[in-house]
């Protein structure tokens, strides 16, 4: 099992808006902005960048649950920084404290919860329920 993961662990990522990350993107008629799914994406790998390198051997943590306000529009060419925080844990199941911010302002806020599996008895459990 993972090492104790301390609270107040955190993780970072940084992306610059493009096209293909704006909902202009998945249709023409909407405006060139910075999409939640994108934004929840860029929290999601800041929590594991938090977590992970308390993992051992073929751990990693996998998304349980998020909740998360989209709070401000971001359009290209904007830097997005997400962070992700260790606020507490239930045995496996950790929660974190998440916030995106773009060049000026605050633009997503929440949490995002993660549990920590072994990818070799998660592919296996795949396995059998896929059948």
């Known amino acids: 099992m993972a090492r104790a993961m301390p609270i107040?662990?955190?993780g970072q990522v940084e992306q610059?808006?493009?096209l293909k990350h704006t909902l202009a993107a998945h249709n023409p008629n909407l405006p060139p902005v910075y999409s939640t799914p994108d934004m929840i994406r860029l929290m999601e790998i800041a929590c594991?960048?938090?977590l992970q390198p308390f993992c051992e051997d073929d751990e990693i943590t996998v998304g349980t649950a998020i909740n998360?306000?989209?709070r401000a529009a971001s359009g290209i060419g904007a830097k997005i920084r997400a962070e992700g925080v260790l606020e507490s844990f239930d045995g496996k199941f950790y929660t974190l404290r998440v916030?995106?911010?773009d060049d000026t302002q605050e633009i997503g806020r929440g949490t995002v919860g993660r549990a920590v599996v072994s990818v070799g008895k998660f592919l296996e459990k795949m396995k059998k329920t896929s059948r």
């Open 99 to 101: 916030i995106a911010q």
């Open 8 to 10: 107040g662990a955190r």
């Open 48 to 50: 594991f960048r938090a």
């Open 16 to 18: 610059t808006v493009e």
């Open 68 to 70: 998360i306000e989209h």
